[in-house]
T-cell receptor, first 113, second 119 residues
């Protein structure tokens, strides 16, 4: 069974204080690992897809990296508008029956001015 | 593009009543997913369709839940009869196959969700 564990559950940073969020996963063959951002009262918003170990993606202050067992979302010099819950999800290889995503429980990030 | 559209955004009903949630996927997407989000269990897949055909409904909690996709631009999730434990936010997402460097991967785009409260 595919499993995703995110840590920490909650993180409070000062504006400009860089940090990293962790996503550990167990999957029978990784098709893709996805990062989403979710604001209160809204649906998850797609950020990145990573396909293989060693891959990196960047978008503004966010950088996602992937190893064979985990992914990190690095936040450089965060701003208050980066406050949100960040969700990690995996999709397993296989037939079309495995196209659904398995989500972690998320990391609630609060960036204080 | 308008993105994934869900209605209603909020639904309050009494136990035993029928509830119907609606979803319009992004035009051109051929897969549609229904998820449920609660504080206790996070985001969980209920069912997904590929080319309007249900592929995996193993997440549907019980027979009270049913989903249909009569065409490529519309899907419904129905709960009958509803119970207080069904209270949650229900999300619809859609995707299409995408390739990058020869590797396939699906990016799912989520709607705003329907917050359901069953009293």
């Amino acid at each position: 069974e595919d499993q995703v564990t995110q840590s920490p559950e909650a993180l409070r940073l000062q504006e400009g204080e860089s940090s990293s969020l962790n996503c550990s996963y167990t999957v029978s063959g990784l098709r893709g690992l996805f990062w989403y951002r979710q604001d209160p009262g809204k649906g998850p918003e797609f950020l990145f897809t990573l396909y293989s170990a060693g891959e990196e993606k960047e978008k503004e202050r966010l950088k996602a990296t992937l190893t064979k067992k985990e992914s990190f979302l690095h936040i450089t010099a965060p701003k208050p508008e980066d406050s949100a819950t960040y969700l990690c999800a995996v999709q397993a290889k296989g037939d079309t029956g495995r196209r659904a995503l398995t989500f972690g429980s998320g990391t609630r990030l609060q960036v204080q001015p | 593009d308008a993105g994934v559209i869900q209605s209603p955004r909020h639904e309050v009903t009494e136990m035993g009543q029928e509830v119907t949630l609606r979803c319009k996927p992004i035009s051109g997407h051929n897969s549609l997913f229904w998820y449920r989000q609660t504080m206790m269990r996070g985001l969980e897949l209920l069912i997904y369709f590929n080319n309007n055909v249900p592929i995996d409904d193993s997440g549907m909690p019980e027979d009270r839940f049913s989903a249909k996709m009569p065409n490529a631009s519309f899907s419904t999730l129905k709960i009958q009869p509803s119970e207080p434990r069904d209270s949650a936010v229900y999300f619809c997402a859609s995707s299409t196959r995408a390739t990058r460097g020869g590797r396939p991967g699906d990016t799912q785009y989520f709607g705003p969700g329907t917050r359901l409260t069953v009293l």
